[in-house]
């Protein structure tokens, strides 16, 4: 998935979630819902920082959840942050990714 974020390939990145799938605060509210939320949600950011990337620092895999600490960065000289991401998953697509900054 981190592969198809940093292609900025927002059509990629949702095939490999189911399609009730969402994005959302850690235990808060849903920032994107359903493959179309989270498609047209990445194409808005995408546009906006054309070279946004993410580097996975580390990363757990414990039964149905993966959680990675990235470092984006919006460009290269840009403004840099770490998160922290909770997939979720129903056989082999993400059901929930819920992000922690």
Same mark, same amino acid.
């Given at each position: 998935?981190? $592969?198809?974020?940093? $292609? @900025?390939?927002?059509?990629g990145?949702?095939?490999?979630m %189911? ?9 808060? $509210?849903?920032? #994107?819902?359903? #493959?179309?939320?989270v498609?047209s !949600?990445? @194409?808005?950011?995408?546009? /906006?920082?054309? /070279? ?5 620092? %580390?990363s757990?895999?414990?039964g149905? %959840?993966?959680?990675l ?8 000289? !840009?403004? /840099?942050f ?11 697509k ?6 922690? #900054?």
């Open positions: 998935m981190i $592969a198809r974020y940093n $292609a @900025q390939d927002a059509d990145y949702v095939e490999l %189911t399609h009730d799938a969402c994005e959302a605060g850690y235990r808060g $509210a849903v920032l #994107r819902e359903g #493959r179309e939320g498609r !949600g990445l @194409q808005a950011m995408f546009a /906006q920082f054309p /070279q946004n990337h993410a580097d996975i620092l %580390t757990y895999e414990l149905e %959840t993966v959680v600490l990235e470092k984006v960065s919006r460009a290269p000289d !840009g403004e /840099q770490d998160v922290m991401s909770i997939y979720s998953f129903s056989g082999d993400v059901s929930r990714v819920e992000f922690i #900054r």
